[in-house]
């Protein structure tokens, strides 16, 4: 049996509920209704061909109302653990993100349920908030941090990529969302990547890579593509 395999000295990692995740531009609070729902619906209605739903199991929604029933439902959840996403500028809840399939005993943690608004897609913002959720988990002692997401859905399967989750298979016709069929995509983070990944963010994130206009000089992709995991056979045995 390989050395890599044994494990000492694990303790059980913590739960996410109630955490708040402070950044430079962005905030992580858990998802409050009364204090999130009216920003989250109005940055979402930006998006009007409700692209953003497409492969999410729910919405999308046409009224307030609607919506605040869902994430009443959302926020009463331990698992998933529901975040707000708020933009630090102007203190406006811009999208949602959550930690779900939390195994504690393991050190397993999914981050999911993404739903960013068209004020928080492709942002600087956007990027640190899953870095702040990333660096939680593994500081937290999480040994594997997970992204799944349907295997039809291009964008996701390259945002994985671009944030360091390496792919790792398809499990082939896994659920049935909104009448289609969900083969589901597997990508995953462990934790001796960690510290590499950190550095890659940080390199990115810094005010220095970034133009006037607010784009950046280097990509996150061009630094995290070289840690992307290859397995071979060898792996399993």
């Known amino acids: 049996m390989k050395k890599d395999f044994i494990v000492q000295d694990f303790n059980a990692s913590p739960h996410p509920r109630g955490v708040v995740l402070n950044g430079i531009t962005v905030r992580l609070e858990p998802l409050n209704v009364e204090k999130h729902s009216e920003d989250l619906f109005q940055s979402n209605s930006l998006d009007v061909e409700g692209e953003n739903w497409a492969y999410l199991p729910y919405g999308p929604f046409d009224t307030l109302k609607s919506y605040q029933i869902w994430l009443e439902e959302a926020a009463s959840k331990q698992d998933p653990t529901f975040f707000s996403i708020v933009r630090k500028r102007d203190d406006k809840a811009v999208g949602l993100a959550s930690f779900l399939r939390i195994n504690q005993t393991d050190g397993s943690i999914e981050v999911g349920h993404i739903n960013y608004s068209p004020l928080l897609q492709r942002t600087r913002e956007g990027t640190e908030a899953m870095f702040l959720m990333m660096e939680w988990a593994f500081e937290n002692g999480y040994r594997r941090y997970e992204w799944k997401c349907n295997a039809l859905n291009k964008k996701s399967r390259y945002a994985a990529q671009r944030l360091g989750f390496s792919y790792e298979g398809v499990f082939r016709q896994m659920a049935i969302i909104k009448g289609r069929n969900r083969n589901t ?20 994130l810094t005010d220095d890579n970034f133009k006037a206009d607010g784009t950046p000089k280097l990509s996150l992709s061009e630094l995290t593509k070289p840690l992307l995991y290859r397995h071979d056979d060898n792996d399993f045995s």
Not at 186 to 203: N, Q, V
């Open 185 to 204: 995509a597997w990508f995953a983070s462990i934790d001796k990547e960690w510290k590499s990944l950190k550095a890659c963010y940080e390199t990115y």
